[in-house]
């Protein structure tokens, strides 16, 4: 065994798959064997494998099932009909969502519902693979060990992964790619071998944007290593600016708070102003209607008065007439009894 075996030996070790894989399914297409990998990571294989039996069963193709309702699928894989309550589903609804997006991606990428071109150009297959997300490389890796017949899989993320650690370098061609790589791998072990490379180039070894700090490799790998070590600086420049514009922040506030603080004893002040000022022209009404209301009584009152001596003075002329046509009457009367009396 030679040191890089070694090293690839030991790396294997490292690197736990999130799913597992399910075993060959009799008699079933790899676009069939692809939708089990994707169930199995939501049910046990045997449970799967009903499933996709179901499905098949209940659908007249696949593109049918591509455009179904997640609801309806999950129905038809739970055996409770097409249209079974969100409640009574609610458990394989992500299963079913996820069945349904693996095929709505095969047929993005190869305009049909059809994996045999992996069977018939493992070098396009692989490309193909690593446009399927949601099926993944690692079970792409199983789908292509089936189509070729339990050759080592090979496609462009398991070269990536094994060229960033050191392994082997980058070659032009699938074939030459998997020359290089065939010396690493132990004999009968090739399925797990690219499995497991393969989930580290789906979970952190992107080809444009990989997460190395976060890769279990990340200390065993060249390339690894360097990208963490940009990452942290990164993060700590980060880190450095996020505490600059906190900084920036607060003193913004501060300045903020303080003018608000000025605004708002301005609008006290004038607030109190103009306070004082309603008070003082709601006295100087005030005073003006006592005014206006004395001045009303004054006028009443002499008015009043004025009433009074004309009544007087009328009473008093009354009375004086009254007099003086007694008085009047009196000398008439007196006048006539004179004149009444014999002349002697």
């Known amino acids: 065994?030679?040191?890089?075996?070694?090293?690839?030996?030991?790396?294997?070790?490292?690197?736990?798959?999130?799913?597992?894989?399910?075993?060959?399914?009799?008699?079933?297409?790899?676009?069939?064997?692809?939708?089990?990998?994707?169930?199995?990571?939501?049910?046990?294989?045997?449970?799967a494998e009903g499933s996709v039996t179901a499905l098949k069963a209940s659908f007249a193709d696949w593109n049918e099932m591509r455009v179904a309702q997640a609801q309806e699928i999950a129905g038809l894989m739970t055996r409770k009909g097409r249209t079974p309550s969100r409640h009574a589903v609610r458990n394989v609804l992500p299963a079913a969502r996820d069945a349904r997006d693996y095929l709505q991606e095969v047929f993005q990428r190869v305009h049909g519902l059809d994996l045999e071109l992996l069977r018939e150009d493992p070098a396009a297959g692989g490309k193909l693979l690593q446009q399927l997300p949601r099926l993944g490389l690692a079970a792409g890796s199983q789908l292509l060990f089936i189509a070729s017949g339990g050759q080592l899989p090979v496609h462009g993320g398991l070269v990536r992964v094994l060229d960033r650690l050191g392994l082997v370098s980058r070659a032009g061609s699938v074939k030459k790619s998997g020359e290089a790589i065939a010396p690493l791998v132990e004999p009968g072990k090739e399925l797990e071998f690219a499995v497991r490379f393969s989930e580290v180039a789906d979970r952190w070894c992107d080809a444009r944007r990989p997460t190395c700090?976060?890769?279990?490799?990340?200390?065993?790998?060249?390339?690894?290593?360097?990208?963490?070590?940009?990452?942290?600086?990164?993060?700590?420049?980060?880190?450095?600016?996020?505490?600059?514009?906190?900084?920036?922040?607060?003193?913004?506030?501060?300045?903020?708070?303080?003018?608000?603080?000025?605004?708002?004893a301005r609008a006290a002040k004038k607030a109190q102003a103009e306070a004082q000022?309603?008070?003082?022209?709601?006295?100087?009404?005030?005073?003006?209607?006592?005014?206006?209301?004395?001045?009303?009584?004054?006028?009443?009152?002499?008015?009043?008065?004025?009433?009074?001596?004309?009544?007087e003075e009328k009473a008093k002329a009354a009375r004086i007439a009254k007099q003086k046509a007694a008085a009047e009457k009196k000398a008439r009367a007196a006048k006539a009894k004179k004149a009444a009396r014999p002349r002697r």
């Open 1 to 47: 065994m030679s040191k890089k075996s070694e090293i690839a030996a030991r790396l294997l070790q490292k690197i736990h798959p999130r799913w597992p894989l399910p075993g060959a399914m009799k008699d079933a297409s790899l676009l069939e064997q692809g939708m089990l990998a994707v169930l199995v990571r939501h049910m046990p294989q045997e449970k």
């Open 213 to 264: 700090q976060e890769c279990v490799l990340v200390e065993d790998c060249p390339f690894g290593r360097k990208v963490a070590h940009d990452w942290r600086v990164q993060q700590t420049r980060l880190a450095a600016y996020r505490e600059r514009e906190e900084a920036r922040r607060l003193a913004l506030e501060k300045k903020e708070a303080a003018r608000r603080a000025r605004e708002d």
């Open 277 to 311: 000022r309603l008070e003082r022209e709601r006295q100087r009404l005030e005073r003006a209607e006592a005014k206006r209301r004395a001045e009303e009584e004054r006028k009443k009152q002499k008015l009043l008065a004025q009433k009074k001596r004309q009544g």
